[in-house]
């Protein structure tokens, strides 16, 4: 019978350590890894979603997992950074209790995207003919649906046992809260959760990579026969194995780590490798299928061609409307400071016709004041000064 004279706290503090010493630093740190984090996933999600030739099962799946990835990132990288760069060492009971919930959801969408990436695979290279017809883009997107709602649910029951028990203490000892570091702060038996938790757990981070495994041994059992069809089937389950062993790793090492052995690891260590299945992960997965599927890897580069010729005719579109803002006399005599060669076409002729014009102008002026000065030295050796009338003739022609 649970206590009911027991509240919960307020706020859990959680355990930053001596990192909160340079947390400016790791702040950044922080943002610059969540930048890289989304503009890696969004590349391939957009890619897959934009580009139908890329609406086939397969797509499919690596957009759910990149997907995944997304939203595991964005539950855990803005809280961190908000401690961080507020140097707090708490977070509220009911921000706690929502970031457990989204943090086992994506580790559970995890295993079981990979796993229904691997049932994907199997029909593909084991039944090559029938598979159009058993794995169909609504079949693709059910599988994606049913691997998310078995999540939600087994994920959605472990937190509200959770929520049901009273807390004597606040303290997490990690820099997150996840199910068993809540649990273990109740005041009363926790029977039920643990049973159920193990259940889960079993059911979740030991079943569905055993599933993918059974899968992946078919499949090496099936092109056995063929050295051709054995190395397809290596290059095309490559990248689902490698996400599978680092995903698997973190999280056993995670689970082990603050249930056995975390008093024999320095502190600054644990607090590493709590976090790795929020940066690996979802860094290694779009990279690996960014650059392993070449299909995803073309439609990329030519996204990036595109973007590249975009930004190059964005440039030239600005200078040329910088450049027409500038007056007659701007452009003229500004070739010092604006060369010729970033003026739009109408502005260099503009300064091409300008500098002719103004050079016969000058030249004219200059004639003009000689002839002027030649009359008026006229007009002086006309009054007294002979040896001037020889140039009389010119300045009855001019005059005329």
């Known amino acids: 019978m649970i206590n009911s004279t027991h509240s919960n706290p307020s706020h859990m503090s959680l355990a930053f350590g001596d990192l909160s010493n340079i947390s400016y630093l790791y702040g950044v740190i922080t943002f610059l890894g969540f930048l890289v ?195 397809k089937a290596i290059q095309t389950c490559t990248p689902q194995i490698t996400s599978l062993l680092i995903f698997f790793t973190n999280v056993v090492f995670e689970v082990m780590l603050y249930r056995f052995i975390h008093t024999i690891v320095p502190h600054a260590l644990r607090v590493v490798m709590s976090i790795q299945p929020f940066i690996v992960p979802p860094i290694v997965n779009p990279i690996l299928y960014g650059l392993k599927t070449k299909a995803i890897k073309e439609k990329i580069q030519q996204r990036l061609d595109r973007w590249r010729g975009l930004c190059v005719l964005l440039k030239r579109k600005k200078e040329e409307v910088v450049s027409c803002r500038f007056s007659p006399v701007q452009i003229i005599f500004s070739e010092a400071l604006w060369p010729a060669g970033l003026l739009c076409q109408s502005c260099r002729e503009k300064r091409a016709q300008m500098a002719v014009g103004i050079a016969s102008t000058e030249v004219a002026d200059k004639l003009q004041a000689r002839l002027d000065r030649l009359e008026r030295d006229i007009d002086s050796g006309a009054t007294g000064t002979s040896s001037w009338r020889p140039w009389g003739n010119y300045v009855s022609l001019r005059i005329s």
């Open 37 to 231: 984090i989304v503009t890696c996933n969004y590349m391939v999600i957009s890619t897959i979603v934009l580009h139908k030739s890329l609406h086939e099962p397969m797509y499919v799946f690596i957009c759910a997992l990149c997907t995944n990835d997304m939203f595991g990132s964005s539950t855990f990288y803005p809280s961190l950074f908000v401690n961080l760069i507020s140097k707090t060492q708490s977070i509220s009971y009911g921000a706690c209790i929502i970031q457990d919930f989204c943090i086992n959801t994506y580790a559970s969408c995890e295993f079981t995207i990979l796993a229904v990436m691997a049932l994907d695979r199997y029909v593909c290279i084991c039944n090559p003919l029938r598979y159009p017809n058993i794995m169909t883009l609504g079949t693709a997107y059910k599988l994606v649906a049913a691997a998310c709602i078995y999540s939600l649910t087994m994920i959605t029951v472990l937190v509200i046992l959770t929520v049901r028990l009273p807390l004597c203490d606040n303290v997490i000892p990690k820099i997150y809260c996840d199910n068993w570091t809540v649990v273990r702060l109740s005041c009363v038996d926790t029977m039920v959760n643990n049973v159920y938790g193990m259940i889960a757990t079993t059911m979740i981070s030991i079943g569905m990579p055993l599933l993918t495994l059974i899968s992946y041994i078919e499949i090496l059992k099936v092109c056995a026969k063929s050295k051709e069809a054995r190395a």
